[in-house]
Each structure stands twice: as structure tokens, then as C-alpha cells.
């Protein structure tokens, strides 16, 4: 959504294909999410995204927006990103994961768009060190984590992978 | 711990408590949300939460009365009040009235997942410690088993010990040696408030004044030659607790002016010391010795007496409680068994009646030790009189029998039969009769030999 960096997005795509085995798709590139704009905050509403998101008439079983944009929730101050827990729409916010160094900049989108479809297929934060499921409060706690779930969590999302499609196969914008 | 874990937001911004609610879900919790102050105690009748999140300023019944009422109807539950608008007055307020913490809207999630660890923490402990105390608590009753009782003196004895122990009065134990006065005080100790704080004992009669002072009072470093590092006293120890001081009437009049002095301001100095240190315990004191002919003597200080003797507990000696002895005997047995791995599976009837009879001038302490020695001698699966003949026979008691002539020689020829276990010959060459007039008395008492023989 929006001026958007679409290697970032190229990159987000390809981890969920190699890491979660999830059939990809990059939508054409929306507007900015003006509506969900709160200027008190001087950031983006990241529930409204995925609001919005969750309407659009779309077969695939999972809808992932990726924005360049500062995303927050009525109680956090920011999030890197925001997902429906089980649901069907996610988002992931560029505007914190960026550094000097593109190659860290794009592993940490890479992580959050993971974390954030590990809660679309039903997983809740884990307390195992190093797992990606952890939640993250600060860009060191993200970069800390791997690009990979802890076992448990891992069996779970390959589970519930298998119950959604068979065997994999799916499309996110 | 964490899926088990129930949480409530109370909030009247819907946006908020969906937005937290979906947060603390990830976060695997269990969450129940609620508009109002109302709703929110509506959802306690029959529910518990152990975290609630609640934001102070709300119409209708606001944060910080909703806060009250929570800790009224569920205490050990962590409240964290929210806010839009810090104000310290306020959160000063809430923490007050036993909030854990507060948090201003919309929070950095660092301060969100720091405060939920730390409150996640606090209630593992809360957990644990009651677990950890119900535990003691068992091993507090086990404990508590050791003592006995039976006879209708120590049954009062008990109750009594059952209301004077969640007072913090003093209290005097008094009884000859060997009846178990520790037992007794440690006993008030564990059914007191101060169960889960220190018991610390001292034996006044075993230690010479200066010695006794330093080990009560402590001292600072240099106090004296040999003071090498400071050392607590005893009475420092006991803080939150419950001291012990046995044989009381052994100390000197001096000692009774400087322990009455700090009975009286709770305060005291260390030896060498010049800032005084306080210490909240209970006394328990035990003497064997009659005090008031002391008192006559001027060997007792009369203000210091009164002072620790607020309540009275007097332990009768094991001779005026005969129905206990079986029943310790078997205990102490029970135990010496476990201990050495013998089969022994109980006593003779004779055994038992030697036991009895016996004047026990050591009490309680004396009957252990001889059923320890008994277990350790015997040979076979019972103990009879003959694991029991090196007791003084000279103590044992010549109660002067009472009744009529008829009911006092029905007893004795019972017994006798019962001590040669049915034989009527012998019975009878024991009684200095023959066995017809024998054989028509117990005719006469209906005795029969089965029932003798043993």
C-alpha cells in the first residue's frame, strides 16, 4: 500500500513460500490507507487496515498488507505489525524495520509478515527462546530472533497448514 | 501457567478493551472483558480473575472505587489501573488501595510485556507460597500428631492451648521435667499468627549469666575479648516469631530486671552496643519449678512473674495421666520400630500393665527412652515384662486400692490370673489358696481362664 519498497515486499513473499511453504501472489500496489489515518497520533490505525483488508472480495485464504507507513493499536504506543488472531487479514509496517543496512532491513520484515501469519493460523505468542512466535517489543528483540519457529510452534503451523489446504498451496497479495 | 492465567479489562472505550483483549490473546491468556465498574463486579459473582486492567477514569462507578471493591471481594488478585491522563495524585492513590501498578494509554509495548512479566511473576510466587504454605502446614498437623493426647487433662490442656495460641500474650508452661513443655510451646507456636516466622528456643538453666545475656541480647564486634565479628541474640532472631525461654526460674534477678525492661519497650541493646535493635516476638517461657515459694525467697522478682505469666499451662506428670501411657508407648514404639527395622508388632497385656504402674519420674522423656531400650533388646515379636524388667521396681506406684472388700479381691485375683496368664494352679499357689476355693471364687466374679490368658 501506498510508496511502498517492492523488493521488500518481493522478499516478504519468498520467505513465506520458502519458509512456510504458502503459495504467494503480490497484488497491484494500493493507495496509501488514508482512512485509517489518526492525525492526533500522527500514525496509521493498524486495526482499521485490517478491517478494510478483511473486506476485500479475494479467494485467497489469507490477505497480507505490507505499508511503509508508522501503524499503532488504541493501546500501543506502535506495532511492527497487527494481525486478526485465526483470521484472515494481517499487516506489516516497514516505517520501524528500516536501517542503514537494506539486508537487515528486509529480514526484519520478513520476520514480522512471519509472526503476523503464524496469528492467522491460530498461534499465540511463545515464551521459547528463539522462536519467531516470541512477541517482540523492540527492533533488538526482532533482530535477535531467528527466521524460524520454535518445534512446537512449527508442528502447530504445519498442522493447522495441513487442515486449511491438504498440502500446501495458497495465494497472499 | 500463562493459558490458565484470567484477565479482565474493565474500560469504557470499547476500541480499548477489543484492542487489549486481541493483544492479551496472542499473548495466550484467557481474557474477559467489561465496559463498567458494574459489569465488571457482575462478572465476579462466582468468577475469579487474577489480573484485572482497569481504566480510571470511567462514568458510573470510576477506576479507583471499582479498585476497593475488587480487593474486597478478590484480594489476592493484581490490579493494574490505566489512563489516558497521567496524574501522579491519582496513581499514588490507586497503588494505596493496593493496585500493582499503572500504566498511561496507549502504552510502549516494552512498559506492557516488562509489567506483565513482573505481574506474571508476582502471582507464580503468590502460587507458590500458598502451595509451599499448605505444605507446611501438613507437616506443622504431622507434627503436632506427636503429642498424644487421651486423657482428659491433656484434651483440656490442648483446648486451651487451641484458644491462648492466635493471641501474642505471654505465656507460662510449667510441669515437671520430661512432660514435654517444648512440645507444648512449639505447639502454641505453630497454631499462632507467627507459625510461618522463626521459633527460637534457649535454655536459661544451661548457660551461665554472661554467656545466657550474650546469646539473648548479641553482641558487637569488640564487645568483649573473643567478640571477634557482631552477632545476633537470640531475641533478634525471634522477630516475627516466637522465643522460647526453658527453666526461666533458673535465672538470676538481674537477668529478670533486663528481660522485663525489654518485654516492656520491645527494645533492646546489643552488648557493646549503642543503638537500640527492636524485636516483635512472643514469649513463651517453662519452668519445672514452683515460682511463687521462690518469690517468698526473694529468688524470683514478683513484676517480672506477673509479666510473663499472663496465661498458665500446667502439664500434669505422666502418673496422674495413666491413659496416655499405652497410647505413647505405642507411638514411641511405632517409631523405634521404623527406626531399627525390627518386627515388633506391640506390647503384652502385662507389659502394659507394668507401664502403668510405673511412676514415671522422668515422664514422657522416660517412657522413649525405655521403649527405645526395650525395642533394641527385644527378641521376639512382642514386648513383654521381660524387656521391661530394668525398670525400678522400686518406683513402681502402690496406689492404695479403692472399693469394696468383694470388687478389691475380684481385681486382684483378676489380675493375678491374668499375671500367670490363666494358670489356676499357679494363680492359686500365688493367691496362698487352694485351687477349689479359687475355682469357686472365680465362679463366684464369673472369671473365667480364657479371658486371663494372654
Known amino acids: 500500500m501506498g510508496k511502498i519498497d517492492m523488493t521488500a515486499v518481493s522478499v516478504i513473499a519468498a520467505n513465506l513460500q520458502a519458509i512456510l511453504g504458502l503459495n504467494t501472489q503480490i497484488l497491484p500496489v494500493q493507495p496509501e490507507p488514508e482512512y485509517a489515518f489518526l492525525a492526533r497520533r500522527g500514525q496509521y490505525d493498524g486495526g482499521k487496515i485490517l478491517h478494510a483488508l478483511a473486506a476485500v472480495s479475494d479467494s485467497s485464504q489469507f490477505m497480507l498488507a505490507v505499508v511503509s507507513v508508522d501503524i499503532f493499536t488504541p493501546i500501543l504506543t506502535f506495532v511492527f505489525g497487527e494481525s486478526q488472531l485465526g483470521g484472515k487479514a494481517a499487516v506489516v509496517s516497514l516505517f520501524r524495520a528500516k536501517s542503514k543496512n537494506l539486508e537487515q532491513s528486509y529480514n526484519r520484515a520478513a520476520k514480522i509478515a512471519i509472526h503476523e501469519i503464524g496469528h492467522l493460523l491460530g498461534i499465540v505468542h511463545c515464551r521459547t527462546p528463539d522462536c519467531l512466535m516470541g512477541f517482540s517489543n523492540n527492533l533488538e528483540k526482532l533482530d535477535s530472533l531467528p527466521l524460524r519457529f520454535c518445534q512446537a510452534c512449527e508442528f502447530e503451523a504445519r498442522r493447522r497448514l495441513r487442515h486449511l489446504f491438504g498440502e500446501p498451496g495458497v495465494k497472499a497479495p | ?454
Request: charged share 25%; net charge negative; hydrophobic share 40%.
Open chain 2, 1 to 454: 501457567m500463562k493459558s490458565s492465567t484470567h484477565i479482565m479489562v474493565v474500560d469504557d472505550e470499547e476500541t480499548i478493551c477489543e484492542a487489549l483483549m486481541a493483544w492479551f490473546v496472542k499473548d495466550g491468556y484467557k481474557v474477559e472483558t467489561a465496559l463498567s465498574g458494574e459489569g465488571a463486579l457482575e462478572y465476579l459473582q462466582g468468577n475469579d480473575i487474577d489480573i484485572f486492567l482497569v481504566d480510571i477514569k470511567m462514568p458510573g462507578m470510576n477506576g479507583i472505587e471499582l479498585l476497593s471493591r475488587i480487593k474486597e471481594k478478590q484480594p489476592a488478585a493484581a490490579v493494574i489501573m490505566m489512563t489516558a491522563h497521567g496524574s501522579i495524585q491519582t496513581a499514588v492513590e490507586a497503588m494505596k488501595l493496593g493496585a500493582s501498578d499503572y500504566l498511561c494509554k496507549p502504552f510502549d509495548p516494552d512498559a506492557l510485556s516488562l509489567l506483565m512479566e513482573r505481574v506474571m511473576m508476582q502471582k507464580t510466587l503468590q502460587k507458590e507460597n500458598t502451595i509451599l504454605k499448605e505444605r507446611l502446614l501438613e507437616q506443622q498437623e504431622e507434627a503436632a500428631d506427636v503429642f498424644i493426647v487421651h486423657s482428659e487433662q491433656m484434651r483440656k490442656i490442648f483446648s486451651t492451648v487451641d484458644e491462648v495460641a492466635p493471641s501474642s500474650a505471654p505465656i507460662l508452661i510449667t510441669g515437671e521435667t520430661g512432660v514435654g513443655k517444648d512440645i507444648v510451646a512449639r505447639a502454641i507456636h505453630l497454631r499462632s499468627q507467627r507459625s510461618y516466622g522463626p521459633f527460637v528456643a534457649v535454655n536459661c538453666g544451661a548457660l551461665s549469666e554472661s554467656l545466657l545475656e550474650s546469646e539473648l541480647f548479641g553482641h558487637e564486634k569488640g564487645a568483649f575479648t573473643g567478640a571477634m565479628k557482631t552477632r545476633r541474640g537470640r531475641l533478634e532472631m525471634a522477630d516475627s516469631g516466637t522465643l522460647f525461654l526453658d527453666e526461666i526460674g533458673e535465672i538470676s534477678t538481674k537477668m529478670q530486671i533486663v528481660l522485663l525492661r525489654v518485654l516492656e519497650e520491645k527494645q533492646f541493646l546489643r552488648l557493646g552496643g549503642s543503638s537500640p535493635v527492636s524485636s516483635d516476638f512472643r514469649l513463651i517461657t517453662a519452668t519445672h519449678r514452683d515460682i511463687p515459694p521462690l518469690i517468698k525467697e526473694k529468688q524470683f522478682r514478683e513484676d517480672f512473674y506477673y509479666r510473663i505469666n499472663v496465661i498458665k499451662i500446667h502439664i500434669p506428670p505422666l502418673r496422674e495421666r495413666q491413659d496416655d501411657i499405652p497410647a505413647l508407648a505405642d507411638h514411641f514404639l511405632k517409631r523405634y520400630v521404623e527406626d531399627t527395622g525390627k518386627h515388633l508388632e506391640g506390647f503384652t497385656q502385662k507389659a502394659i500393665e507394668h507401664l502403668i504402674s510405673y511412676s514415671w519420674p522422668g515422664n514422657v522423656r522416660e517412657l522413649r527412652n525405655v521403649i527405645e531400650r526395650a525395642v533394641v533388646i527385644a527378641r521376639g515379636y512382642i514386648i513383654g515384662t521381660d524387656e521391661l524388667k530394668f525398670l525400678d521396681p522400686g518406683k513402681l506406684s502402690c496406689e492404695t486400692p479403692s472399693g469394696t472388700l468383694e470388687q478389691i479381691e475380684m481385681n486382684h485375683i483378676k489380675s493375678t490370673l491374668a499375671s500367670c496368664d490363666g494358670n489356676i494352679s499357679h494363680t492359686a499357689k500365688k493367691l496362698g489358696i487352694n485351687r477349689s476355693t479359687l475355682s469357686r471364687k472365680m465362679k463366684q466374679y464369673q472369671l473365667t481362664t480364657l479371658s486371663m490368658a494372654k
